[in-house]
């Protein structure tokens, strides 16, 4: 389904008469698109004429257009799940004037789930199912067959030998269509259905929730609790049932043709079963349902909805719909935000907040990039400035409270989030509000926190803009002046040992001496780490790599762009300090020791470095985790660095695989073009098997080459979950030894750094699990450590 807008003036008068009739029908069919995509929106008219108006024009077209519209409402029903009533409706009086019709439309539903199943698009599969249980109240389906497509379902839970995240597809799948279905259903097929509850039920309590730790946004249960999704969904539901299937939220528009719709024959449908598990299916992780508003916190207007009411999962479900739809046009998604159906009933500005966090924060990911969550929120305050703002600083002071017990992963998101916005609203914020952070140990999260927004905001700004904005009595929490710090910077530095040759390096560089008279230069600097009279060149010269780093660091201290620049045009040289993993690991110290002060110019010239090949990803690792910046490991910059590295050499991974997947496609086809061509000349036959042999020759290379880069990636999670490994088993021995409390804030954000690698790269890591079973997360390992492990196993359990 297209998403364009329409513009009936954009081409008008631009076509020759003598085109317009091949044109016609195009133009009707884009008529039809927009008329069914629109149906539903703000109109004069009611709903329910609007329906009946368009279910006339789309009969009438049905002559000519049935295919067209056939896909139509098949892509609205997988795409705009947010209209599924009012969809749903429309294909009943369809249904109502045209049997046939109603029937083509389930088979082609039917259809386009297999195949958003095969593909793994269990989303879209969901919206699928959804609307077609709605059908059953618009009497377009019998519900005698919706319960055997659903026990289908739930039969998958009986399986063996399935990972569960499969089987908990399948029963949420069906959970989430009860809200629309359940009441008639239990009306025609009670029996049938309280079988299904009762099978249901059996697998909830069987089921592994050793996840659900590592997916909570905070560890405490208090004021909300954090509920695996399928239990708190259930929980609804039972409700549901209690209070007799009765909700109030959801659209009915079928109720008002109710006396066309019974009139109407009913479809069975054809009986389905589920596709079998594929090693290769990649299905939806279990998620903890994210709560930060009850009742209580929306004083004035509607009562929000209790956690365990289906009205509160319908709301959401609604708004997560809404966005999903529209995240990539940020005023649209604000405005049909802001415009839900019912939003008089309901605290809406109060749902839409927590909906928007829930995504932001969800773990591992969030569904859509971080930067679209804010842009949206600042859309929303600019579309409800008499009442939005005031709803998100309430919920900015609730997430600040609740700070000690979150999740680390998700205060980095919080950080990214609140400095963004602020740069937004001229970093306005009562700050001393947040006062009580300055009299607790800078280490725990609330000092933290403050202080690392006001590090972002500053990358957003400036340095004196940060001093401006915040009271004196902060100014232990401003981050200092991004300046370089250049050790050989003035005479009083004579005394070190690498000052005399600084100067004649910066003179060098300054009257552009080749690389070669700089490398004869730094030949003569004094090794340290050498006697006299041991043989030259044998061991590593730290003080060459100081002196030329620092110096060529400060003349290119300017700009960005500066450093780069001297990155690239010295880089023969860099390359010639860096062959030895400890030349590595001192190029990465200088750049901290020069830029300490700057971790924004720290994390882009690592990233340079790794680019350019200077210093390589496990080099990095192996600095990060070093006693040198031991001091820093809490930071925020330091784990930027650290999850970018991992990026690039998955990136590297998949480039090289890519590559040989292409040159074996390349291959595959030429020689089924020389078989097909046997009959030909034999010179033609001799070209072919030139290329045939240089392209084997080439995919030989390429294996070689991922082979290679896998040992790299798979070194470099060894390296990064060793150094984890040990920095926790040190301080779990020196807390067991003293008799000291272990969960200390260095721990806490220690053991949850370790989850956030675990997360974010599950599905590079899910290849190397053999590996790290057998040398790392060994029984013998600390339980403490051990859990984090055996949580992210039980993830895709």
Known sequence: MSRRRHSDSENEGSQPHKRRRTSEPIE??????????????????????????????????????????????CSVARLLPE????????????????????????????????????????????????????????????????????????????????????????????LSCLPWVGKELYEKKDAEMDRLFSQIEGYLKGRVKAHAPMLQVWTAEKPHPQEEYLDCLWAQIQKLKKDRWQER??????????????????????????????????????????????????????????????????????????????????????????????????????????????????????????????????????????????????????????????????????INWFSHHLSNFQFRWSWDDWSDCLTVDPEKPKPKFVKEVLEKSMRLSYHQRMVDIVPATFAALIPAEPNFIYKYEDESASSLPG???????????????????????????????????DDEGESFNPLKIDVFLQTLLHL?????????SALGKFHEILKALTERDEGKLHILKVVYEVWRNHPQMIAVLVDKMIRTQIVDCAAVANWLFSQDMAHEFTRLFVWEILHSTIRKMNKHVQKIQQELEEAKDKLEKQQHKRQKDSGDEEDMDKNSEDEEGQLEEQIERLQEKVESAQSEQKNLFLVIFQRFIMLLTEHLVRCETGSVEISTPWYKNCIERLQQVFLMHHVTIQQYMGTLENLLFTAELDPHILAVYQQFCALQL
């Open 28 to 73: 009707i069919e884009d008529r039809l698109e927009s008329l069914i995509c629109r149906v539903g929106e703000k109109s004069t008219s009611s709903l329910e004429s609007n329906l009946e108006g368009l279910a006339g024009v789309l009969e009438a077209d049905l002559p000519n257009y049935k295919n067209k519209i056939l896909r139509i409402l």
């Open 83 to 174: 209209k599924l009533t009012v969809y749903t409706t429309l294909v009943g009086l369809l249904n109502a004037r045209n049997y046939n019709f109603g029937g083509e439309f389930v088979e082609a539903m039917i259809r386009q789930l297999k195949e958003t199943l095969k593909n793994n698009l269990y989303n879209e599969a969901v919206y699928l199912v959804r609307f077609l249980s709605d059908l059953v109240n618009c009497h377009v389906i019998a519900a005698p067959s919706m319960v055997a497509m659903f026990e289908n379902f739930i039969s998958v839970t009986q399986e063996e030998d399935v990972p569960q995240v499969r089987s908990d597809w399948f029963v949420y799948m069906v």
């Open 249 to 414: 939220h959801i659209l009915r528009p079928y109720i008002a043709f109710d006396s066309v719709l019974c009139e109407a024959l009913q479809h069975n449908l054809p009986p389905f079963t589920p596709p079998g598990h594929m090693p290769d299916a990649q299905y939806p992780m279990p998620r903890v349902v994210f709560r930060m508003f009850d009742y209580t916190d929306a004083p004035e207007g509607p009562v929000m909805p209790g956690s365990h009411s289906v009205e509160r999962f319908v709301i959401e479900e609604n708004l997560h719909c809404i966005i999903q739809t529209h995240w990539k046009e940020r005023k649209t998604c604000a405005a049909q935000l802001l415009s839900y159906p019912g939003k008089n009933k309901i605290p809406l500005n109060y749902h839409i907040v927590e909906v928007i966090f829930g995504e932001l924060f969800q773990l591992p990911t969030p569904p859509h990039i971080d930067v679209m969550y804010t842009t949206l929120l600042i859309e929303l305050c600019k579309l409800q400035p008499g009442s939005l703002p005031q709803v998100l600083a309430q919920a900015t002071e609730m997430l600040y409270m609740r700070l000690d017990t979150m999740n680390t992963s998700c205060i980095d998101r919080l």
């Open 499 to 533: 000052y005399p040759a600084s100067i004649t390096v910066g003179n060098a560089i300054k009257n552009r001496a080749t690389n070669e008279e700089i490398l004869a230069i730094l030949k003569e600097v004094p090794n340290p780490n050498q006697e006299d009279d």
């Open 556 to 564: 290119a201290a300017k700009s960005f762009s500066h450093s780069f």
